[in-house]
T-cell receptor, first 111, second 115 residues
C-alpha cells in the first residue's frame, strides 16, 4: 500500500472554476505537508507548505491539512489556463528530510 | 541565482551499458537529494547527501546504483549495468541546512531510457 494516495486525474475545468485537489496518507509521523506544481519537462516547484493541521492561504491558493483524517487539500480559486500543470502532494516526517510524494494530478484549465 | 541543473537532459542507452547523471545544486546548498520517477508511478526518494556525506541512502534500489558527491559540490549518479526497469526521470534537488521545512529546489530532471 502506498503511503500517499493521490488521484492522478486527468482533471479538466473551465477558466474561473474552483479546483480541489486532494491526497490521503497513512503515515502518522508526517508533519510537513507540501504542494508542488510541475510543468511539462520541468522539475517540481514548491507552491505551498503547511506544518501540522490547519489552513494556509496564499493568493488564489489555499492548503488545508486534517491530520485526524489524514487528508490534505489544495484549492485553487479563479483558475487560469496558466495553472495547467501536474500538482503533486508531498509529505515529510519531523526527523529526516526525504519527501514522500503522491502520484500527482494532471490539471488542465480551459480558456 | 542559478537553479539546480542536471546533465544530460535525456539519455538513451542499451541494457547492460553504463550511464552517469550529473547534478549541480544551487550554490551554498549543503543538502542534495536524488529522486526518481518511473512511468506511471510517484516520485520516489533515492538518497540524501549532506555536503559530501551520505545521510540517507535507504531509497537506492540496488548496488547497480552509485552516487557520489566529491567535495560537497556537484553530485553524480552512476547506473552500472543499466536494466530496462531503470528507465524513468531522475530528479536532483537541493536545499539549505537551515530553515523549515528545508525547501527542496528541484532540477528539470534527466530522462533515462534503457532499451
Amino acid at each position: 500500500q502506498k503511503e500517499v494516495e493521490q488521484d492522478p486525474g486527468p482533471l479538466s475545468v473551465p477558466e474561473g472554476a474552483i479546483v480541489s485537489l486532494n491526497c490521503t496518507y497513512s503515515n502518522s509521523a508526517f508533519q510537513y505537508f507540501m504542494w508542488y506544481r510541475q510543468y511539462s519537462r520541468k522539475g517540481p516547484e514548491l507552491l505551498m507548505y503547511t506544518y501540522s493541521s490547519g489552513n494556509k492561504e496564499d493568493g488564489r491558493f489555499t492548503a488545508q491539512v486534517d491530520k485526524s483524517s489524514k487528508y490534505i487539500s489544495l484549492f485553487i480559486r479563479d483558475s487560469q489556463p496558466s495553472d495547467s500543470a501536474t500538482y503533486l502532494c508531498a509529505m515529510r516526517e519531523t526527523s529526516g528530510s526525504r519527501l514522500t510524494f503522491g502520484e500527482g494530478t494532471q490539471l488542465t484549465v480551459n480558456p | 541565482e542559478a537553479g539546480v541543473t542536471q546533465f544530460p537532459s535525456h539519455s538513451v542507452i542499451e541494457k547492460g551499458q553504463t550511464v552517469t547523471l550529473r547534478c549541480d545544486p544551487i550554490s551554498g546548498h549543503d543538502n542534495l537529494y536524488w529522486y526518481r520517477r518511473v512511468m506511471g508511478k510517484e516520485i520516489k526518494f533515492l538518497l540524501h547527501f549532506v555536503k559530501e556525506s551520505k545521510q540517507d541512502e535507504s531509497g537506492m534500489p540496488n548496488n547497480r546504483f552509485l552516487a557520489e558527491r566529491t567535495g560537497g559540490t556537484y553530485s553524480t549518479l552512476k547506473v552500472q549495468p543499466a536494466e530496462l526497469e531503470d528507465s524513468g526521470v531522475y530528479f536532483c534537488a537541493s536545499s539549505q541546512l537551515q530553515g523549515i521545512p528545508y525547501e527542496q529546489y528541484f532540477g528539470p530532471g534527466t530522462r533515462l531510457t534503457v532499451t
